[in-house]
């Protein structure tokens, strides 16, 4: 009798753990979260810098947030008021940040991070590691970090502005492999003023999603970004030449499927949202959206962009419309150069 009964015992806990096995909500949709965690996980998307504030004092800082602005978290805090973190740009897999990390006036590095969510469904940032420095004896800073389109490539593309008597001027985009090591020079200018300082170079590299092609913007001697000049990513000859009546920013090539450049372009009195094919002769159009650090969505539907600090707020728009969803009332974190995961 004792028997039955433990056996039938037996056969109602297996069947009850069974149940819960293939009933449990949490197994079937996401990782299992432990006690006092966020109800959902992050899902980091949207990478940015902004200001941390310890002790009363702000410090520049990496954070990444949702499509929806939640789960702002710091994956990186500078050390002190003068380290500064800017241009952030994820790995084509959106495992890492690559950004610019600069301590002095030529001590820069060009950096990268690992993502990831903990067990406490929380944004982390891991691994960081320098891929490339320069010294104050070198003379040169690096600019805007733009990550391959494509995992195979294994490339970054960035830009090195010389301030040595030698090479005064002489700006290049460079390429290095994402595990870092020595960088070659793809394509150069030099651009001075009449008074023989520097007027300009290049900016916001940024891969055509085959990784063919990397479009950059061009000043002029006015410091005008007044050019978006295509090169072709294996031989560096100009492919394209896209002359504007703007001042071009935050540069960055469309998704799969979709060949267009957007960008932030000023006009002297206010900043908007521009769209352009990266033709040779295409003339860039705008919806008069103001906004700043614009970036695509991986599938093209919508662009998100700050509105600028007076107003203070994030949005995205549907491209090549003034159809706008607005994703947070006010900046995260203090952010900006928000640029959305592939």
Same mark, same amino acid.
């Given at each position: ?75 990186? *805090?500078?050390? #002190? ?11 084509? !897999?959106? @495992?890492? %940040? &690559? =950004? ?35 010294? *104050?004896?070198? #003379? ?11 995992? !195979?490539? @294994?490339? %970054? &593309? =960035? ?184």
């Amino acid at each position: 009798m004792k028997s039955t009964s433990l056996l039938a015992a037996l056969a109602f806990a297996a069947a009850s753990l069974l149940s819960s096995c293939k009933q449990d909500p949490q197994s079937a949709n996401g990782p299992n979260l432990p006690l006092n965690s966020p109800s959902t996980p992050a899902h980091p998307a949207i990478a940015y810098w902004g200001i941390n504030v310890i002790h009363r004092t702000g410090y520049r800082a990496l954070g990444v947030m949702d499509t929806n602005a939640s789960h702002q978290t710091w994956l990186y *805090t500078a050390g #002190s008021t003068s380290e500064i973190i800017d241009y952030p740009n994820w790995s084509p !897999t959106g @495992g890492s %940040i &690559a =950004f610019i990390d600069m301590t002095g006036t030529y001590a820069n590095t060009l950096q990268a991070i690992d993502v990831s969510v903990n067990s406490n469904g929380v944004a982390v940032g891991s691994n960081r590691r320098t891929l490339y420095s320069v010294s *104050t004896s070198d #003379s040169m800073k690096l600019y805007t970090p733009g990550w391959c389109s494509v995992s !195979t490539t @294994g490339k %970054i &593309a =960035f830009m090195r502005l010389h301030f040595d008597h030698s090479h005064y001027g002489l700006a290049e985009l460079c390429l290095i492999s994402q595990s870092g090591g020595t960088p070659t020079v793809l394509a150069s200018i030099t651009e001075l003023k009449s008074n023989g300082q520097i007027a300009g170079g290049l900016q916001y590299p940024t891969w055509k999603p085959d990784d063919s092609k990397i479009a950059v913007v061009r000043q002029d001697t006015a410091f005008h970004c007044s050019t978006i000049l295509v090169f072709n990513a294996s031989t560096g000859a100009v492919t394209d030449s896209i002359p504007m009546q703007v001042d071009a920013f935050q540069l960055e090539w469309s998704r799969t499927g979709q060949n267009e450049l957007v960008f932030c372009g000023s006009n002297g009195t206010s900043q908007y949202v521009y769209y352009t094919a990266p033709t040779t002769g295409s003339t860039p159009s705008t919806n008069s959206i103001v906004g700043y650090s614009s970036s695509w969505s991986p599938n093209n539907s919508s662009v998100f962009y700050w509105a600028g600090y007076s107003a203070g707020t994030v949005s995205k728009v549907v491209p090549f419309s003034t159809t706008t969803t607005l994703v947070s009332s006010s900046v995260p974190n203090n952010g900006q150069m928000f640029r959305w995961k592939r």
